[in-house]
């Protein structure tokens, strides 16, 4: 296996292959041009949309620049959008951080480190968050892989509940989802799962993967128009940070200088 990493655009996974096959949509290194084109990024400090890019943190109000063209929301925070420099590389194993200070795209300094570690049968990474900032701060972590969709390609993930979206995709209430267990091409979901138990398993014509993680929630994007599909392991819910109760829906306040810690491994079989 291969795995090919962009510090410089947003600490993003570039393609990951068994020999010449990729397994995530996969992209050489040197022609990848944007995060959002890549095989994965991270997300912190937060997942998915933050609504209206503005929010209310500890009786302050706080706003984000918008950081897409087609959304009203900031999406999917900063790292995916900030260079990373590598502190450390070998055969096996690379290490990524960023240090961020407080700007006009989020208001809270941190430095992140990612891990990324290669074997023979798994890819695995890891993503360490350290609040800088002198005030207790909103965090949430999570990454963004993008899964080949070929013509056998089908998910299984055993789950609780899912939480549905209005038009611009925030999550507007929550009900039953007794898992997913179909083809890709009979799905067409855009929104964040709970109750999320065991390894969400991908299997296609060519390889069966198990996507397993220290993170809770799952947010899965299957367009059926697309070639590629995202069951993305977060932290928390989309937009937990304007939820009645954002701490009971995965949101971390984390205190300054302390460490909040996330994982993610990806096991691959050969068909």
């Known amino acids: 296996m291969r795995l090919a990493v962009r510090s410089d655009l947003g600490g993003a996974v570039a393609g990951f292959w068994h020999r010449e096959t990729p397994i995530l949509r996969s992209t050489e290194p040197a022609a990848l041009t944007e995060a959002r084109a890549s095989a994965m990024y991270p997300l912190l400090p937060y997942s998915n949309r933050l609504g209206y890019r503005r929010f209310r943190w500890k009786g302050h109000d706080y706003t984000t620049r918008a950081n897409v063209p087609d959304s009203p929301h900031s999406l999917h925070g900063i790292g995916w959008q900030r260079p990373w420099q590598i502190v450390s590389s070998s055969v096996l194993e690379v290490v990524l951080e960023l240090v961020h200070e407080a700007d006009a795209d989020w208001p809270f300094a941190f430095t992140a480190r990612q891990y990324f570690t290669l074997s023979a049968e798994s890819f695995s990474v890891r993503l360490q968050f350290t609040n800088t900032a002198a005030l207790e701060a909103p965090v949430g972590l999570g990454w963004h892989p993008y899964f080949v969709k070929r013509l056998r390609s089908r998910l299984h993930i055993e789950l609780s509940d899912r939480w549905e979206a209005d038009a611009t995709l925030l999550p507007t209430r929550k009900v039953a989802q ?9 799905l067409d979901f855009d929104n964040c799962f709970e109750g999320w138990r065991g390894p969400a398993r991908i299997r296609d014509e060519r390889f ?20 590629f599909f995202c069951v993305e392991p977060v932290s928390h819910v989309n937009n937990a940070i304007h939820m009645a109760d954002p701490a009971a829906c995965g949101l971390v306040a984390l ?13 691959v079989a050969v068909v």
């Open 178 to 186: 007794p898992g997913i267990d179909s083809d890709l091409s009979h």
């Open 255 to 267: 205190a300054p200088g302390a460490t909040l810690e996330a994982s993610m491994r990806l096991d």
């Open 208 to 227: 069966s993967l198990q996507l397993s993680s220290s993170l809770p929630y799952l947010v899965v994007y299957t367009p059926p128009t697309r070639d």
